[in-house]
């Protein structure tokens, strides 16, 4: 899936696990306003600078990164020679109920 964006400084590869999380229902997926939030921002902001999107994690998952926004979170790596962000996880942020 790439994003679309012309200005966009790197492409986007995501897992199958991210893009249930888009595409599916609760409990699978998120409430569908908060995928189409969560999407706008992997294809815009993501994509045009991730390492100012998020936060490096550390110890065993290093290289990983971590991007919180209002409603989920999201893990991904960023690949700098290929230019390529792979988002590995979307995730509702807990405490968080699904929309109906």
Do not use: K
Not at 40 to 66: E, K, Q, Y
């Amino acid at each position: 899936m790439s994003s679309g964006h012309p200005r966009a400084a790197y492409r986007l590869r995501i897992t199958y696990d991210a893009q249930r999380a888009l595409t599916q229902a609760p409990p699978v997926g998120l409430s569908s306003t908060t995928a189409w939030e969560a999407y706008t921002f992997i294809t815009s902001d993501l994509l045009t600078d991730p390492a100012a999107a998020g936060i490096p994690l550390a110890a065993t998952l290093t290289g990983v990164w971590s991007a919180h926004r209002d409603g989920y979170r999201v893990l991904y790596e960023m690949d700098e020679i290929e230019r390529v962000v792979t988002v590995l996880v979307i995730r509702r942020e807990p405490g968080i109920n699904p929309a109906p």
